[in-house]
């Protein structure tokens, strides 16, 4: 069952490296930086997986008597690569308004020339 | 109802279902912060979803109310406030005689309490708060740019 | 035209590899923390009824001696907020550098804007 998992994780990532090489406008670059990030936190998350295993939670109103815990630390350390990739794709955008307003497009095959 | 610099002015239902969602949508972000160590949660999910009641009042009454009821001034200046309570909260360790960042708090109470985790709960409260004011200063900062592409036309 | 060829065959190239890699991890890597020899409801009546001296890994640790040494049900909070709290400082500092970045590259263009309209 995790095999669907780790397939789409490598999908995520090399559709978006594939973007960001091929494409010329730049918002489709900078939504392709942020499909490579998704790929590699589903990857990370995946990793810890325990067939039958339940939440890493001591909440006794749920558990039955013979529960066992999945892996809590990639969970925990994917937390921070979410946020991570949440603000490289603000920034980013806040890039790409300012050179809009800049050159007048957001082509990059013409934004070339440094602007004093 | 023109999109070029933005909503400006919405129609009846949408306007009342964002009257509708906007207490759900709160109430239910400051539930996931509050009980952040005895169901699953915590400070990052629940302020985000906080934040999210800037894009609820976008969508129902246009950018000039989101912009005159939520300032940008007060959120700016919170955010470095919940950064600094997160690094004062973690010296108590230091004060105490043990290392940085220790748990120092956690003898107070019992099992199942909500406060019941020492430091890890009142570090979770500062990370709740620096998310929910970050993220809504962003989000209010990108409403706020959809006004100027008319006015260069203009005087142009 | 030879570039975007070439850029596509380079693509297909990594995906061939990156799924055998994938199905080599599936079905040879061991997993990474197997907790089916922990009762959990015993854990949870009586907290400090553990024995750390041959662990499977630092999640076996983690998970054992969570209720004990810090009292949070939640374990995921605990290992981001106590076991791993550095990372999180760290993490909170990007947090405030990405959004100060994002204020000061749009703060010239909001500010015009603003001057404009009042004309």
């Excluded at chain 3, 590899?17 to 854990?43: H, I, K, N, Q, R």
């Excluded at chain 3, 499977?56 to 076991?83: P, S, W």
Aim: proline content about 2%.
């Amino acid at each position: 069952m995790m095999l669907a998992n780790y397939l789409t994780a490598i999908i995520l990532i090399v559709l978006g490296l594939f973007c960001v090489i091929t494409k010329k406008d730049l918002i489709k670059i900078v939504l392709g930086l942020g499909i490579t990030d998704y790929g590699i936190n589903l990857f990370i998350v995946s990793l810890g997986f325990n067939e039958g295993g339940t939440s890493p939670q001591f909440a006794m109103s749920e558990i039955m008597h013979g529960a066992y815990f999945v892996d809590p630390v990639p969970q925990a350390l994917t937390l921070t690569s979410i946020v991570i990739g949440a603000c490289v794709d603000a920034m980013a955008l806040a890039f790409v308004v300012m050179l809009y307003r800049h050159y007048g497009t957001t082509d990059s095959t013409k934004i070339r020339r440094l602007h004093g | 109802m023109r999109f070029k610099d933005g909503i400006t002015e919405q129609n009846v239902v949408v306007k009342c279902g964002s009257d509708f969602m906007l207490p759900f949508a709160l109430m239910f972000g400051f539930m996931v912060i509050f009980f952040g160590t005895t169901s699953p949660g915590g400070g990052f999910q629940g302020g985000v979803m906080v934040a999210s009641a800037v894009l609820l009042v976008y969508l129902g009454y246009g950018r000039e109310a989101a912009q005159s009821v939520i300032s940008s001034e007060f959120i700016r200046v919170n955010e470095a406030v919940g950064a600094i309570i997160y690094v004062a909260l973690a010296m108590c360790g230091i004060f105490a005689g043990g290392m940085f960042c220790e748990n120092v708090f956690f003898r107070l109470f019992n099992i199942g309490d909500p406060l019941s985790a020492g430091t890890i709960t009142f570090m979770s409260y500062a990370v709740g708060y620096k998310v929910l004011t970050g993220v809504g200063f962003l989000l209010l900062l990108l409403v706020g740019l959809l006004a100027l592409d008319t006015q260069e036309e203009v005087d142009a | 035209m030879i570039k975007k060829y070439l850029s596509i065959f380079a693509c297909l190239l990594v995906l061939a590899f990156g799924c055998w890699a994938m199905a080599y991890a599936y079905f040879e890597v061991p997993m990474t923390y197997d907790g089916s020899d922990v009762d959990v409801t015993e854990l949870y009546k009586d907290p400090s009824s553990y024995d750390i001296n041959d662990p499977d890994g630092v999640a076996d640790i983690i998970v054992k001696t969570d209720l004990e040494q810090t009292r949070a049900q939640n374990v995921v909070a605990a290992v981001v907020f106590d076991y791993r709290g550095f990372d999180t400082i760290g993490e909170s500092f990007i947090l405030l550098a990405a959004i100060a970045g994002a204020f000061v590259i749009l703060h010239g263009a909001v500010k015009k804007g603003k001057e404009a309209e009042k004309e």
